[in-house]
């Protein structure tokens, strides 16, 4: 069962440098999240999605955009990497979520030198 | 101010004790309560929702007080295993139910 499945799973960048993080799950789920997670800080989420075709502001969208052309997989964007953006990104989705269950990707390692 | 606060901890238990954890959650109109786990270095995953009438799964049990915007996790008969981080999870109603998370609260415990 794969899941959420984010790719990749490590990345280093140099300051100014674009990337984009891409999160595909399989499970049919309506919600898809990303969030970022720094120590001391807990989770807190970039943008958040719907639906296929929607997308949404979280607590820390500065920096980052998304886009959600297909069902199965949140794509996170970085268009100039700044090293405030180093952390742990986590992808999540969950059917509608009330009262339900939000999975998990494995997290994706970034740093920005 | 965070919407959902919890103790950090670190919580230092010996094995076989029993702890608990508190969290708060600051938006009244709030539906949808969960404990989720996080091991270092890994991915947050479901360790229980939390109900209306309190629950219990095994030796976690967890209650919500909704009066008092207050949600616990009690463990008891702690092991080796349980070390972990515990991740408080609150959703809210009226449009869009997005996971807000806490902090998390940090449990070691030792032989």
């Known amino acids: 069962n794969a899941g959420v499945t984010q790719t990749p799973k490590f990345r280093v960048l140099k300051t100014g440098q674009s990337m984009t993080l891409l999160c595909a799950q399989d499970?049919?789920?309506?919600?898809m999240y990303w969030y970022r997670q720094d120590p001391g800080m807990g989770l807190r989420l970039i943008h958040y999605?719907?639906?296929?075709?929607?997308?949404a502001k979280g607590e820390v969208p500065d920096g980052y955009n998304v886009s959600r052309l297909k069902k199965q997989n949140f794509l996170l964007g970085l268009e100039s990497a700044a090293p405030s953006q180093t952390s742990v990104y986590f992808c999540a989705s969950s059917p509608v979520p009330e009262n339900t269950e939000a999975f998990f990707g494995q997290g994706t390692r970034l740093t920005v030198v | 101010r965070k919407e959902v606060e919890q103790d950090p901890g670190p919580f230092n238990v010996p094995e076989g004790a029993t702890v608990a954890f508190n969290c708060t959650y600051s938006?009244?109109?709030?539906?949808?309560f969960f404990w989720y786990r996080q091991d270092c270095r890994k991915e947050p995953k479901l360790l229980m929702s939390?109900?209306?009438s309190g629950n219990e799964d095994g030796r976690f049990t967890a209650q919500l007080n909704r009066a008092s915007q207050y949600i616990s996790l009690l463990i008891r008969d702690s092991k080796l295993s349980d070390s972990a981080t515990y991740l408080c999870?609150?959703?809210?109603?009226?449009?869009?139910?997005?996971?807000?998370f806490g902090r998390g609260t940090s449990l070691i415990v030792h032989p």
């Open positions: 999605s719907v639906g296929e075709g929607t997308t």
């Open positions: 939390v109900y209306s």
């Open positions: 499970m049919n789920h309506e919600y």
């Open positions: 938006n009244s109109a709030s539906q949808s």
């Open positions: 999870v609150v959703s809210e109603t009226g449009g869009s139910y997005i996971p807000t």
